[in-house]
């Protein structure tokens, strides 16, 4: 479970949404004309009920706070606060470290909301959801990057959605930031199965794997080791052009790489053979 605070993590800080609640109430008041004091009530009574959900929210209390969003939602369906207290709900259910729960809750918010101001938000926490249960480093565990990494695949998907259709969003610096760690997660992964093949002397698989961490994983910083194995693999094939190519690519795009030195001798050796 992460271990910042609701209100350092949630998109919707305090002072937000309270000025939101005040700006919701003065709309719905001014939408309805003939019952005033009728609209007053209803949408007072959802605002007050919503600020006082919304305080155990950021004080890390959903104990109290999850059922006070469900009952908003339920008492006040025809006021925007409704549509507020299903984000914050799926937020005490991240919160609490149900990512399934709070993936689906996110995602029905997504499907059945798809004009909402907030879908962005809701978007970037599936994501943050899947982020979350990434392997960790344990003491008594594998490295991360030699475990299973279904949860790095799907948040880095997720993420290069989120980045995609909403360049402008103001979480976009930490959704950068997500996506960088599971590139490099990933890369590593790729890095670790494909040195086990080479070991196994499994060339073709490992040079698939090696190819995958180059072209779908850029900028990891692993690609001058992936790079280099990967002209190794083809010499040890006899593919004398393909591992040329690797070595090529290696000192031309890594230039001051530990590995650039090795591979500029391997490029004198193939293009001046003994």
């Known amino acids: 479970m992460p271990s910042t605070s609701l209100a350092t993590r949630s998109a919707f800080p305090r002072h937000a949404a309270r000025a939101v609640a005040l700006v919701l109430l003065s709309a719905a008041l001014l939408g309805c004309g003939g019952s005033a004091a009728s609209s007053l009530n209803y949408g007072d009574n959802a605002r007050r009920a919503y600020a006082a959900a919304l305080d155990d929210f950021y004080d890390n209390d959903c104990i109290r706070a999850e059922p006070a969003f469900r009952n908003v939602r339920r008492q006040y369906p025809y006021t925007r606060f409704a549509a507020l207290s299903e984000l ?108 086990f093949y080479l070991r196994g002397d499994h060339l073709a698989a490992a040079i698939g794997r090696l190819r995958t961490l180059v072209s779908v994983y850029p900028g990891s910083g692993y690609e001058p080791e992936a790079l280099f194995l990967l002209g190794e693999a083809y010499l040890d094939l006899h593919q004398r052009k393909e591992a040329k190519e690797a070595f090529q690519e290696l000192t031309a795009r890594f230039p001051k790489s530990e590995r650039a030195a090795t591979a500029r001798d391997r490029l004198s050796e193939l293009t001046h053979p003994s």
């Open 88 to 195: 914050r709900i799926a937020d005490c259910m991240h919160h609490d470290g149900k990512y399934a729960e709070a993936i689906q809750a996110f995602e029905q918010f997504v499907r059945y909301r798809p004009s909402h101001v907030e879908v962005s938000y809701a978007r970037f926490m599936v994501a943050l959801c899947n982020f979350d249960q990434i392997p960790s480093e344990w003491l008594l565990s594998p490295p991360s990057h030699e475990r299973e990494q279904h949860y790095t695949q799907e948040s880095l998907k997720l993420l290069r959605r989120f980045l995609l259709d909403f360049p402008e969003d103001p979480l976009v610096a930490r959704a950068k930031r997500m996506a960088e760690r599971a590139v490099k997660l990933l890369a590593a992964h790729e890095l670790y199965v494909a040195r």
